[in-house]
């Protein structure tokens, strides 16, 4: 079992940075690839970005060059730095872990969500 626990939302004006905190139960990080996603006001969820426990990162076209994620594990935890916010940013940011173990089983977890809000 792995538990995900995001921390760092909150409100920002548009313009503004905030940094979002992905904290592992357990010692994950290498052998699973992470992600944030993340579901606005009347949308779907959505990818944001992905890091692969290889190091291959991926970013949704409307984030890249604004988001950055990345890992710790050390810390068992992964972060995405936000900058440049726009009210289009404001949304519950979801942290998840995926790997396929033995026997080609899907192992996914999800975190509880953080709320980030772009506002004046």
């Known amino acids: 079992q792995v538990q995900l626990a995001e921390s760092g939302g909150g409100l920002v004006q548009p313009g503004g940075s905030l940094r979002l905190s992905c904290a592992a139960s357990?010692?994950?990080?290498?052998?699973?690839?992470m992600g944030w996603y993340r579901q606005g006001p009347g949308k779907q969820r959505e990818l944001v970005a992905t890091?692969?426990?290889?190091?291959?990162?991926n970013y949704a076209a409307s984030v890249k060059g604004r988001f950055t994620i990345s890992r710790d594990n050390a810390k068992n935890t992964v972060y995405l730095q936000m900058n440049s916010l726009k009210p289009e940013d404001t949304a519950v940011y979801y942290c998840?872990?995926?790997?396929?173990?033995?026997?080609?089983?899907?192992?996914?977890?999800w975190g509880q969500g953080t709320q980030v809000t772009v506002s004046s």
């Open positions: 357990g010692n994950i990080l290498s052998i699973y690839d």
């Open positions: 998840n872990a995926q790997k396929i173990g033995g026997l080609g089983w899907r192992y996914e977890y």
């Open positions: 890091d692969t426990s290889s190091g291959s990162t």
